[in-house]
């Protein structure tokens, strides 16, 4: 099974960057479509980013595009979320997901793998 592990979060003032990590611990990586999830606290975790396996097509959710990017290097079995233009709602714990199948990949149910989250707060 696929172990995945997110890094790269801290605290932020509103407006400025930060790149999100996930590294997986399978070499057949490259074979797995790769979302970013995140949860606020009380809230329900919510669909942010996500790249499909079969043709690397990414999606995001309406509250993010323009602003983050998910990429991924095969090489180092590792996903990407570069978020810029932060702002104080996109304080959340976030999560990298894995699935073994190009569908449903904004769906969080439809996921087979996750990581422990990383904490992420924008300041006003």
């Known amino acids: 099974q696929v172990q995945l592990v997110e890094s790269g979060g801290g605290l932020v003032q509103a407006g400025g960057s930060l790149r999100l990590s996930c590294a997986a611990s399978r070499r057949t990586f490259s074979r797995y479509s790769m979302g970013w999830f995140r949860q606020a606290p009380g809230k329900e975790r919510e669909f942010v980013a996500a790249m499909r396996w079969s043709d690397s097509n990414t999606y995001y959710a309406d509250s993010v595009k323009g602003r983050f990017t998910i990429s991924r290097d095969n090489a180092k079995n590792t996903v990407y979320l570069q978020m810029n233009s932060l702002k104080p709602e996109d304080t959340a714990v976030y999560y990298c997901?894995?699935?073994?199948?190009?569908?449903?990949?904004?769906?969080?149910?439809?996921?087979?793998?996750w990581g422990q989250g990383t904490q992420v707060t924008v300041s006003s």
């Open positions: 997901a894995a699935k073994s199948d190009p569908w449903r990949i904004a769906t969080m149910t439809a996921y087979d793998y």
